[in-house]
């Protein structure tokens, strides 16, 4: 449960550092409104992945059906947890849809670049004449 927490904080944190350095620079290019949307996304992002993380070990030691019924609990609440901040971003003008919608993915975008990263450096290692000019 300790790596799950570990995790948790390296991917959020760089999720949430990226989503308030992002929103800054829009909010101080007059782009408010997506400055607002990026963060609200990104918060419901974290919250979610926080509760994956959460449940996870609480499937774990149930009888078969138990465990499909809390995860498809489980699932159904983080959709409508995830619901909350593209409603949001319907209703109020002050804040942008479709920066929403990149903040709710925002945890998914650091996984996806953190692999890509890791994939790059390990090519690198292993073949490092790719890297340079020969």
């Known amino acids: ?8 904080k390296k991917y959020c944190s760089r999720a949430m550092t990226l989503a308030i350095i992002i929103s800054l620079i ?3 290019g007059g782009y408010k409104t997506i400055g607002k949307g990026l963060v609200l996304g990104t918060i419901f992002s974290i919250i ?3 509760l994956m993380g959460e ?3 609480a499937k774990l030691g149930y009888a078969k059906k138990t465990t499909f019924l809390l995860a498809l609990g ?3 609440f983080r959709y409508i947890l995830l619901a909350f ?8 003008e002050q804040i942008n849809l479709f920066a929403v919608i990149a903040g709710v ?12 990263a890791s994939l790059l450096i ?13």
């Open 1 to 8: 449960m300790d790596t799950v927490r570990q995790t948790q």
């Open 26 to 28: 829009c909010i101080l």
């Open 48 to 50: 979610n992945f926080v």
């Open 55 to 57: 449940t996870l070990s």
């Open 74 to 76: 489980s699932i159904f």
């Open 85 to 92: 901040p593209l409603f949001i971003g319907l209703k109020f």
């Open 105 to 116: 993915f925002s945890i998914q975008i650091i996984l996806l670049a953190d692999h890509l």
């Open 122 to 134: 390990f090519d690198r290692r292993k073949n490092p004449g790719i890297a340079s000019n020969e």
